[in-house]
């Protein structure tokens, strides 16, 4: 047990619960997180593409695809064996980086939750000392309107009156003097910042991070020929790119720019283990997503962003391979840096076809 009365030295903060802490069970009961959490990417990744490929191989939606299946045969310079084989390659690479990640984090405890909400309240709490001055500014008496409401809203009266609440307060386990507690409203909106806020802004800058990381890199391997010969030229003998290709790369390349990409952004936001694995996982999902082959108009992942199947497949072609540089998720470096591609695409399926319909009246 670890005890944080010292934290209430002040009369009127509540006192930070003490906690015990233990090893977080395992994700999947039996199956160590040590193994599971490398290999869930991976698996996802798999899982995805095959869905994909199975919409291919069946040609489940013809009237979505961005490529007739001939184009895939006939324009791409590489197997679909080979393709597999060196995505596999580069899969066994994030594994290493996944164990070597692992090998630099505490283990994971948990048992400090309701301490850590606590701590978020107590910072609640003191900011509202700030909320008379702020209203005085405003030309407005906290102190009077606070008294006004006191008996109706004491709640908000205690928030004007610079988070004072002396009726809020609970029997000590000892018996003796009152303890102030929390108000309600400051434990829901600690627990919100807590759970939500704070994870929530974690994953948007490890993909901000992950974004900046690939544009530049990537940008790096089209305009200096010896890395684009060398490493990058590798992925585009995929003109016409399909999920399960998503990672196929130089293996230099991919841990360059996924692997370590990835790993940076994890390491520099401070995320948990567990957040680790899901912005891990999102990442996988968006980059298989991105080489589908398909425009669908009900996958949400084709329009939470324009960084989507159509707007990558745009720099798989030769008309726009120096464009489109960003993924795997938002598309501002191109538009900050004037590297979108600004035509017409010519040649969706859809558009091939209005073309021929309108020679043929």
Known sequence: MISTNSSSSTAELPPLPSFFLAPIPDL?????????????????????????????????????????????????HVSRYEVARDVVIQQIIQIAMSLFLDATEERQMIGKEDYDVAVWATRIRVAQRALPAVLGLLGLNAAAISKNMAASHPLIAGALAGGHYPFLT???????????????????????????????????????????????????????????TTFHSRHHRLYVPYAYGALYNHPVEGFLLDTLGAGLAYKATGMTQRLGVLFFCLSTVKTVDDHCGYSLPWDPLQHLTSNNAAYHDIHHQTWGIKTNFSQPFFTF??????TRYRGRRADTLKEKRRAVTTKSE
């Not at 507690?181 to 939500?196: D, G, L, Q, S």
């Open 28 to 76: 999947v009961p039996g199956i160590p997180d040590a193994y599971l959490f490398p290999i869930l990417p991976i698996a996802i990744y798999w899982i995805v593409s095959m869905v994909f490929h199975v919409i291919d191989v069946y040609d489940i939606w013809p009237q979505y695809r961005l490529h007739t299946p001939e184009e895939i045969t006939k324009r791409n």
């Open 170 to 228: 609970t029997t000590s386990l000892h018996g003796s003097s009152p303890v102030p507690v929390f108000a309600p409203w400051e434990m829901r909106m600690a627990k919100t910042i807590h759970w939500v806020l704070v994870p929530g802004l974690q994953l948007f800058a490890a993909t901000a991070i992950l974004d900046t990381w690939q544009y530049f890199l990537h940008r790096l391997m089209h305009v200096n020929k010896w890395l684009y």
């Open 333 to 338: 470096w191109d538009k900050v840096l004037n």
